[in-house]
């Protein structure tokens, strides 16, 4: 998709994500969300670099923003999970978000992975699970053994409504300052439904 000048069209949306599989995949197939039109943008996040994942991230968006590849206008998501994050890094990663007075940057957060999204789908999660067991659930919801580099959007697609109701009572009653700390959390949810505006306009 190409930015046209003095068009407020021309917003795009970004969605930068840790992994270069699962979400790449996921949110890249737009016929999940609406047929046909335009698309986000897709940026998995493929390079090394020094530090946690989530300075990783900040470094990159916030270098994209300085050579003016985002501006002003853009909405720009972050996909990251709990993984080898840790509270104070996740909490100042959320502080800059917020605080970015350029940029709109939203956080698409999940505890303990991306996948309890799409486990979400199936059912919902009411006490703390760990990641094998998020993977060993969806394996045994999807009929096989789950693989990341596999697209899954047309047996999900269906059951999106029950995952956006299921990720909202998951969340109920959390505290802000609580999110990093919670499991089972998503945000994704938010994202999506975000992301679906987006193509309908």
Known sequence: MTREKGNRSSALFFIFTEGTRT???YFGDTRTFRKGGKAPRINPHA??????CV????????ELIKKKKIRKGDTVWIVIDKDQNQRPDLN??????????????K??????????????????VEEEIE????????????????????????????L??????????????IADN????????????????????YLRE
């Open 23 to 25: 979400e790449p995949i």
């Open 47 to 52: 390079e090394c670099r020094k530090g946690t």
């Open 55 to 62: 300075n990783n991230m900040k470094e990159w968006v916030d």
């Open 92 to 105: 100042r990663f959320r502080a800059w978000c917020r605080n970015n007075n350029r940029i709109n940057i």
């Open 107 to 124: 956080i698409a957060f999940s505890n303990p992975q991306f996948e309890l999204w799409y486990l979400l789908h199936f059912i919902c």
């Open 131 to 158: 990641g094998e067991k998020v993977i060993e659930d969806l394996s045994e919801k999807l009929g096989e053994r789950y693989d990341k580099a596999k697209n899954y959007n047309s047996v999900l697609s269906p």
């Open 160 to 173: 999106m409504n029950v995952a956006l109701d299921n990720a909202d009572a998951i969340r109920e009653d």
């Open 178 to 197: 609580k999110k990093c700390d919670c499991n089972p959390f998503t945000s994704v949810d938010s994202l999506v439904k975000d992301l679906k505006k």
